[in-house]
């Protein structure tokens, strides 16, 4: 068995699931070559991880299971990164068509933009940035000519057979991980081409034009090859080793590389491929053996959700809609120079229950919604006795949580019903301090509309806060307690009901909802709406406390 698969086989067991790996399944038809190469290539995989220090492992561990990376301040050394890429360059340059794409248009090929993009996929590495930048233009005259050598490549240069390539849906960009990673879906079952030409000048596009954002070039891609069930190649591999010859050579930082499969064929395939790539990639590629549904648990614990996935559970029946609204937002961002394609500009026409949703009516209590109204009420305090830069914090936070479970940022594309577009960052951090603003404002009137008691708090009355005991409090924290189950299993409207039959309790034993007021000396009792607001934080408080003691 490949360490690879213990190691899954193992992560499979904590879950109650088990993953049959090659060997073990009744289809498997491995040869005992394809058994030497696959313990080959663990000893391979081994020797790379074994490089590393205890601390890069974990870091390794953390980013593959979709924790994002600690993205460098490039303003403290990209000036001196850059001179040591030009100094390589200089010296290892002639006679290359990097020298020739340099004569002919000496402005695209020293563009400030694009030797960056470049050093961010090395990681600031200048003489890997280097190197590949030389294999870059080899590439791209191969694939599209010298004529083409130093401009953007968009839509009007692929020919017919090479969109028709694309339009298959073999790669696909179904949305972002947890960390707000690009995903890169490969579906090997729907390749489809005329030429490997084809196909390579097809992938060249999808994967540069993700490169034209910056966020993407920063955090990298996540690529996900799913071939499972019906799924698998019909090519039967031709062209695997030219297409990661070409995606080595494109500037891309691989934050992680998950092969799923239930089929041998692919699985010794995947195994093959890992010889093509440096020890530091090799630390961050995963080959998983497993049925669909098998696949489906394992892939939240890498931080991607399963409902990105353009499948049906049953039929794996791939849904191309998206994929294809895709591709024509392409044409059109090609037409209108959109500097973002790929990421807060993609068009799609669903979203998930962790989406956050900017539109009137009922959508607008979609599930992902309610968190971010949640994670508002719990920080209000915090963020409005804050700093600048601490309010910025607790936005940028909030955006990482949304994200860390697969939700998204989206509004309505205009002059569509169905179709959704991810929001640019900036747009959201903009709306959720809009948030911020709009909840102070009413809590504010909530408390004008509360009323000064004569008086100290009497023992049945709740009052507020984290120091103040009484019989009225205890009895609270009590029915809080006991219907926590019930309130959690709930949706929205119906907590209320349950918030309101605490608050009715408390009053059916004369007791009030108070809190300190120091500016008038005294105590106000609040409105009922305030204490549903308070009450309701109890709740949510106690399901947290549950949840981490359990």
Same mark, same amino acid.
């Given at each position: ?24 399944? #009744? ?173 390579? #000048? ?143 500009? *993609?068009?799609? *026409? ?37 700093? *600048? ?77 984290? *120091?103040? #005991? ?72 106690? #399901? ?7």
């Amino acid at each position: 068995m490949s360490v690879i698969s213990q190691q899954y086989k193992q992560k499979s067991n904590c879950l109650g699931i088990r993953l049959e790996t090659p060997q073990e399944s #009744r289809n498997s038809l491995l040869t005992k070559e394809d058994e030497q190469k696959t313990k080959e290539n663990d000893a391979m995989l081994v020797e790379a991880l074994n490089g590393l220090t205890f601390e890069e492992r974990q870091e390794q561990q953390e980013i593959v299971h979709g924790v994002d990376e600690m993205t460098a301040d490039e303003s403290t050394f990209i000036e001196s990164t850059l001179k040591d890429l030009d100094n390589i360059l200089l010296r290892t340059k002639h006679g290359t068509l990097y020298e020739t794409a340099e004569s002919l248009n000496p402005e695209y090929v020293g563009a400030r933009a694009f030797r960056i993009m470049f050093l961010r996929g090395n990681r600031y590495d200048a003489k890997a940035s280097a190197k590949q930048m030389l294999t870059f233009f080899e590439w791209k005259e191969q694939l599209f000519g010298r004529e083409k050598l130093v401009k953007d490549i968009t839509m009007d240069d692929l020919d017919e057979d090479d969109r028709a390539c694309m339009r298959a849906g073999y790669v696909q960009i179904p949305g972002k991980d947890r960390s707000n990673r690009t995903i890169l879906l490969h579906l090997p079952g729907l390749r489809s081409f005329k030429t490997l030409m084809n196909e390579l #000048r097809s992938r060249y596009y999808i994967w540069m034009t993700i490169l034209k954002s910056e966020e993407c070039q920063l955090r990298g891609a996540v690529v996900l090859v799913y071939a499972v069930g019906c799924l698998k190649d019909q090519k039967e591999g031709v062209g695997y080793m030219e297409n990661a010859r070409l995606f080595l050579a494109l500037p891309l930082h691989q934050a992680a590389i998950h092969v799923f499969t239930d089929n041998s064929a692919e699985y010794i395939m995947g195994n093959g491929i890992i010889r093509m790539f440096s020890s530091k990639i090799r630390a961050r590629f995963r080959i998983h053996y497993g049925s669909h549904m098998e696949c489906q648990y394992l892939l939240p614990s890498y931080g991607i959700s399963p409902k990105l996935l353009p499948l049906k559970t049953i039929t794996l029946q791939v849904n191309m809609h998206q994929h294809h609204r895709w591709c024509e937002s392409c044409l059109l961002n090609d037409t209108s120079d959109c500097p973002d394609l790929g990421t807060s500009q *993609t068009t799609m *026409t669903k979203y998930n229950d962790d989406d956050v949703l900017y539109v009137a009516g009922k959508k607008s209590n979609n599930a992902g919604n309610e968190r971010l109204r949640v994670l508002v009420a719990d920080l209000s305090q915090k963020y409005d006795t804050g700093t *600048t830069e601490k309010k910025r914090t607790i936005v940028e936070g909030m955006i990482g949580e949304i994200h860390k479970t697969g939700g998204r940022f989206l509004k309505q594309n205009p002059g569509s019903d169905s179709d959704w577009i991810e929001i640019p960052v900036d747009e959201a951090r903009l709306k959720i301090t809009q948030m911020f603003r709009n909840h102070r404002r009413r809590v504010g009137a909530l408390i004008q509309g509360g009323c000064l008691i004569a008086g100290e708090p009497l023992p049945n009355d709740v009052v507020f806060g984290k *120091t103040h #005991r009484s019989r009225g409090s205890d009895l609270m924290h009590y029915l809080i307690k006991a219907r926590s189950d019930e309130y959690n299993s709930l949706d929205r409207g119906m907590k209320v009901q349950v918030v309101d039959a605490v608050l009715e309790r408390i009053k059916g034993e004369g007791g009030r909802f108070l809190q300190t007021a120091p500016e008038h000396g005294g105590w106000l009792e609040v409105t009922t709406e305030m204490a549903r607001i308070r009450v309701s934080k109890y709740f949510r408080n106690n #399901r947290r406390k549950a949840k981490k003691n359990g």
